[in-house]
């Protein structure tokens, strides 16, 4: 205990921007010397992927190795930077907070960007995950709109990613490419990256729209009937999709462009979260509480439930419709199989273990989930033990999710850190 | 802070310390990706393709190594479970071959999986082999794609030729599973095959349900009472018992007759006697093989403990087609990208490719043309050799 309060004291002087740098370093040690040096003289066959995790499953010999690799390019220079240049990142973010706090905010936000490119870049597999992650956090938080905080439990998520991704990709391949189905493209390729977010925006007013054939039935339902009643739509939309000959049936639609790099896609992400943040902090996310707390308290009170409920509804909807064409486009493959349920299962378990009514919270589940998927997947079967298991002691000890009912506050977050008699606490 | 730096070199040496008995152990080594459905609906599939590719590395081993332009080399197989999901199944292919370097790759299995990782292996310039993938979308406009079996426009005129002939029907029904691309596929071939033999509406129940279905007494109603005289029913292991006993109990009592995917092991042991004088369509028939079909059905069993079924066959064969690309390349570079692609070319050369499913020679898209197998379930409850049909 003792090491971990001194720990906490000895770092408590670094600002974010301190954080950065220190990755920042590592992440560049990795790129210069990880392969070449490095990993080499530790015996290491390559840069190890997501931290070693996978080689340390696979071959319990390379994890003296993948520890030491860890140690000397992540852990180290991340800590000794990070300490050692406060002295000037501290007058950095001095300065930054003196700025409107949106532009900082981006400013943070384009530096994390940096690094994650770089990091991710060294190797095609993390780019993917990293997608995919990013994909999933899009979900998780619109799915934490409806289940949060309207507090109903929606199960037509996949339904409305399936919406999103079939429109979105319709669209792309008629538009941008040369395809069995739909003939020669009806614009030049080349406008692709341009049009892509119109499509995508498609796709979601798709979702949206679809939500409506769960919300209007559903207007006077709660908890267990809306859960029905969006259930069958989930499978409304699977099998509508199935047997659409047109559209590939159960063979799936594949020959997407990639029109969703990375940046594309962590741009979407934060947009997304900066959007959802906005709405949940509105008067319509506070009717969108008193809603969950008590329906009929609060129509007294003047909210006007039903339009809050189906705005929250259409607006969740409408993320999902965004997720599923990015999703879409970074596989350049879907079949209906895809929507079910076991993408059900995926999205409940990423928004209840992150955490309900909380942005932090759904981030935080969204990369869990994906991350421990991907880190423990030598152990295949058992796989599928551990990470219900961790699912069930996490609703047993935090039955919320991890980090719940809370936000960040990102201006507290962003400022620099000076000592601790001037400041007080110490987040 | 200081028992911290104290901690941290501890660690860091005892780390060195270990970690300097693999020095130098980068050495060229050929590695083979394996994507399989370990985990998911169907692991029995990704079962037989971990042993099949188990027994063949052993192989290797035993030789001391693969030989390639008269010099040995250590062979490494990469298991990757895809879960029996298409992203699982791009994220493994992604892995294996941007991290692992393999050089070529065995899997998928099913179409669904298969579809979208082709287009990662094709897109990285990576051999992939599908040893069971019937969808042509698998390997169309994809020169680094190619499959061991045979497609379902081959083999519904198959089935459909076979039934005419042996036993003279006009009247067809077919039973399938509307969401499940495999079965839907090839019954739409089947249809249009028989259809054109025997006039339009010669097909004259043509019903369906959606796969976890248990309960199919209502197609079969409709079934027995449309006067078909036989069956066709391409599903799976999981489906067809339920579906022969389901339809025996209704009082059909014509044949059934199924396709490829019936030929997993658990097809018998779940159906029992309700399933024996049946037949299907397959890639190769276990009872009364020969030769080195013989030798590779009884080591299997002999270490696995059952007969293997198609999947395993095929993997089996898909494998060796890999080793004999990477031997025709003719030398390892070291350089991978440049290996791939020498791989890639020697594949699309081989001729006449003596495997244990059938001889195969591959067309342009990377599709082998081979022989259909019609197997006759016979009563002790193996698959017997019954007749084969060549393009």
Known sequence: MGIAKKFRQTFSTVPILGWFLGILTAVLIEYFWGYDYISYYLGLPKIPVLFGALIMLKQPLMIPGALAYDLVVYVIPVLAVAKLTSFITNPGAALLEKLPLWLSAVIHLACFYAILHLWAGINDYRILVVKLTLVSIILTVSVNVINGYQGEFSCSHPGFMALGAYVSSILTLMLFTNDKIFGTALLPPALGPYLFPLVLLAGGAAAAIGSLAVAIPSFRTRGDYLAIISLAFMFIVKSAVENLHVIGGARGMGGQPDLAPLPVIFIWTMLCIWIIHNFVTSVLGKALNTVRDDEAAAESMTVKTRKTKMTAFMFGAFWAGIAGGLFAHVLTYINPGMFSINRLAEILAMVYFGGLNSIVGSIVG?????VLGEALRPLELFKWIIIPLI???????????????????AKKLLQAKKHKSQQGVSP | MRKIAVLTVVAFSVAMLFSSLALGARKTIIKIGINAPLTGDIPKVGEGTKYAAQMWLEDIEKAGGLEVGGKKYDVELVIEDNESKAESAVKANTKMISQDDVLAIIGPQSSKQAVPAGEVANKYKTVMISPWSTNPNTTLDRPYVFRG????????PVVANFITEEFGFTKAAVLYDVASDYPKGLAEVFKDAWEAKHGAGSVVAYESFTTKDTDFSSQLTKIVKSGAQVLFTPQYYNEVPLIVSQAKDLGW???????????SAETVELCGEDCYGLFFSSHYAAAGAKGATKAFIDRYEKTYGYIPDDVAALTWDALRLAQQAIQDAGKITGRIEKDREAVRDALAQIKDFDGITGKMTFTQEGDPIKCAVIVKINNQGEYEFYGSSCP
Do not use: H, K
Request: charged share 10%; glycine share 12%; aromatic share 16%.
């Open chain 1, 366 to 370: 969204a990369v869990s989930i994906n």
């Open chain 1, 391 to 409: 699912l069930i002691f996490v609703m047993i000890f935090r039955p919320y999710g991890l980090i719940s009912f809370t936000e960040i506050n």
């Open chain 2, 149 to 156: 079996c045979f497609l379902d426009p081959f083999q519904g």
């Open chain 2, 253 to 263: 009592t014509g044949p059934i007759v199924g396709s490829d995917s019936w030929g």
